[in-house]
Structure formats: C-alpha cells, structure tokens
C-alpha cells in the first residue's frame, strides 16, 4: 500500500521531469526563428540570423555552453563585470537573462573540459563549471597565468586550449615593426629584435597549474605580431592562428609604398603553427601577390627583396589590415556539408587603409579539405557596419569579434562597437 | 550628455572645454576674439594633416575605437594650445580616456616638422571636424619646442 502511494506520487513527477526533458531537448535544436531581416546582415541562401543579444557592452570573445548558454568577455567592465552569462529562459533564441562577475577587462574566452577559462590583459583565470555548464563560484577563479606584458599596443591575450591538457595564449608585440623609435618615418629595425623574449609569439602553459609566468611557460611560436582569432583545429590536432601584419608602410617609407600599397599588404595571415615555428615578425612580412616572403623596410627591405627563408608559410594569406579577430573551425552538422572542418574568420575591419576606403568588418569562410585550406575563400556574412559609406569611412554601427559554435550547430559572432551577438542558423527546406 | 559651458579660451586652464551648443552666447564671444586663420595657413595644415596625421586620426578626425584618440571637441584639441603643441612635437604614449573610451596606441614624434606646419596642422585641425578653435602661431609652436 506504502509503496504504491510512493509509486502514483512518482509518476506524476516522472512525467513532468520528462516534460521539461523534452522542452529542454527543443531548446538545443534549431528551432529558433530568425529576425525579420536577418539581424541586418547579408548570408547565402538558406541562412538566416537573429539578434541574440544586444547592448552586451565591448563584446570580445564568446562561448557557448553545451546548454546554449552564451559567456561573454568584455574589453571593459560593464557596470564592474567584465564576463557576461547569458540565457534564454524560453527557447527563442533570444538571451533574457543576464549575470554579470569578473572585474576586469579582455578579450580571452574560452570552455573546456568543465572550466571556463577567461583573459585580462595580463593574467589568465578559470572557472570550475557545473553540471549545467555554469560557473560554481564567480568570485574565486583560479589564477593560472600571471605577469604577461601588457603595454599600449596588442595587449589583448586571446586564449585557446588542445586537448592534452595545453592552454595558448597570444602575447602581441607592443610595437608595429620593431623600429628604433615605433611608427616614426625612416626609423630603422632594432637589431635582433628585444621584443620577441617576452612578447610577439603564442605562450603554451599548463591548463591546470596555478600562477605560471614565463618561466614555467614555453614560446611555443615566434614572430607573430599579434594574434586574436586563434583555434585549435580538432581534425589536424594543431593550432591555428591569424596574425594581424603591420601597419604604416607608406607612412614610414613613402619613397617604396604608395598609399594604395600600404591599404593591401600586408596580407594577413592565418598560419598552422607546430612548436618552435617562427612566422618572421618583425624581419619580414608577406605578399600575397608576390607570393614571398618581403625583407620589412625597417630591416634593409625594398619591397621586393626577400627574407627569412626560414619563417614559415603562412596557409592562407588574406588582404591587409582587416583585422581577423575570430577564428572557428566549424564542426557542426547544422550548416551544409561543405562548411563541415573549415573556418570562419570574424574581420574585426582595418583604420589602417586610409585615405584608401576601409575594408573587412564581415566574417568569411575558408574552405579546408583534409585539414588543409582548399579554394577560395567567400565572405559569409556581410552587412555588419550598416552601409558602404560606413565600411569605407570605417564608422561601423558593428564590428565582428569573437566566434563560438553553438551545441546545435549554429554560428554565433559578437560585436565590440555595440555589444550584439548574432546567431546564424541555417534554416533547412 | 552632459553640458558644459563654454569659458573663453583666452582665461582657458586645464578646464575641460567639451561643447555641444552652438546658441551659447559665450561662444559667440570666444568665436569673435579667436584671431582667424589665414587661408594659406587652413590649406597647408590640411596638406601636412593629409601626410601625417590622417592614417591614424582618419579623414573625418574620429580617431579609431581603442587605438588612436579623436580629433572632436576634445579638451587636448581644444584646450592649451602649448600642451597641444608639445604632444605634436614630443609624441604621446599614454592611454588617455576621452568620454569614457580608452586609447593605447603609440603616437611618434612628429618634431621634424617646422613650427610653421606645425602651427598650420593645429589651426587646421582646431578649426575643422566641428572644432571651432582659435589658430595656432608659430610663436606658441616655438615656445613649446624651446620648453621642456
């Protein structure tokens, strides 16, 4: 009798749980509809978009929970929170729930493996998560990495993890070209440039060891000027990173650029790095015409003469100063089947083309086959800025950042003007 | 937004000199002592501006987010025309806030150019992009240049 009043209390409680298992199971698919006009960007046939969020603040990086939950990372604190912790409480896509912790500014965003890990401009911290993907405790992070250069240029330290255990955090070089006196006309190379000891490279620290600095750190790469889209591409197991080139060519040596010149290269690079790799930064840049390897001007170049043999090549080269903020390589089953194992990149946009038009602020997409890039690469998603006055002035109402993938597939970019973050779905016949 | 009034610029100090309207009276006041610039000056500041200032400050003044400061009724531009100067001559590489957005990136030394261009650039740049500023000599570039 005891037991069967136990059992019929069961059921209905089974029934709800089982209710709300099933809600919860619509939640993760696609099911969200996307805005009327598309969040106002232009995509392929069959794409759609919705504002997942707006007013977020200097949206960075992002990640999203296996539960659809979005972290955000501020570039400043927004009301003294500087990580954001959005959730749709009923299923529609839109975020309508926000918490706020961490105060401290940056760009680093990242999940794995239960911990969420997040950058300010000189330290690295994580968060334990739940069993629901969330974080336990907002007030006492772990500080894993501590004492990172930090100076007025490039102090961003975007972060991404493999999977043995490795965390890599991009240190950029607080200098454009390593010149003697930095963005002066005619100042020549330092010699054996001072910056690469500290900064100018990827940093590989432990992902679970507390206070690591240099010294308990490697220089996994080198001569790389600075980096803010990076991943970890799980087909290759290698990193990959995006390099923003330098700036001012024909500013600081106008007898060898024109100012057309100095808007396109040069290019900027998306390199698959392996330990001890060097990619040239501040000796050479590349052409992505010539297709070379340029001595830089600052270090005897002319804008022909080669240099640096040995730096390696970058995989693809895309044209100057556009900014590539975000990288994802998309391993979802949402989107077609060629979008399946290659990347998007996020152009935050360049300010270095003028008086020449300004040019990126879209997010593009570079095929890969067999963990290589193969063909062109075709902008994804366009519109960001709200015009082509806008994308040629640069006064962008958006400018792209940071990519996550979503647990059903779908394709998120945030936005660091406004603090918008799109959700792209593909919305299948 | 905030309002603040206008004060003469010749009493001007470190005073924040943001302004919005156009109707102040004070204005107008301030608008008539400013000495105007000479044709010549605006035309050649705006040739030095173009090969030296634009790529960072852009076309429209605007600066670029995070980087590289406005131009825009800012209390630098529009402020002590000797400190103006010296951050010209002397480069700046400090993060300065203006209206609650930081900028980090390295500004050179641009003291190659002659007091002339310099005065010229500034009287251009204080009297373009909605700045209405009053001109800059060549005696207050030289004074800046002399001073420490």
Redesign the interface.
Known sequence: MKSKAVFSSIVPMLAVAGMLWYGSGIKSTSAVTADADNAGLKLPAGFGALRAAENTGKARHISITPAGDIYVKLARPKEGKGVLFLHDTNGDGKMDETQGFGNYGGTGMYIKDGYLYASSNSEVFRYKLNDKQQVIDPNAPEKIVTGLIEKNQHETKSLVLDNAGNIYVNVGAYSNSCQEKDRTPGSMGQKGCPILDSAGGIWQFKADKLNQTYGDGVRYATGLRNVVGLDWNQQNNQLFVMQHGRDQLHDLFPAMYTTQQSAIYPAECMYALKKGDNAGWPYIYYDQDQKKKILAPEYGGDSKKEGMPEAITPAVAFPGHMAPNGLLFYTGSQFPEKYKNGAFIAFHGSWNRAPEPQAGFFVVFQPFKDGKPFGQYEVFADGFTGSPEKTASGRADHKPCGLAQGPDGSLYVSDDVKGTIYRIVYNKK | MKRFTLICLTVLTAVTTYTTAQKSPAKKATAAKAKPAAASSLANGKLVY?QNC???H???G?G?????PPLIKTTYVLGDKIRLAKIVLNGF?E?VEIEGD?Y??????LN?LSNQQIADVLTYVRSNFGNKASAVTVAEVAKARTGK
């Open positions: 173009t634009l790529s960072c852009q076309a429209d605007g670029v987010s995070n980087m590289n590489s993060k930081i980090s990136n390295i500004m050179p030394s190659y």
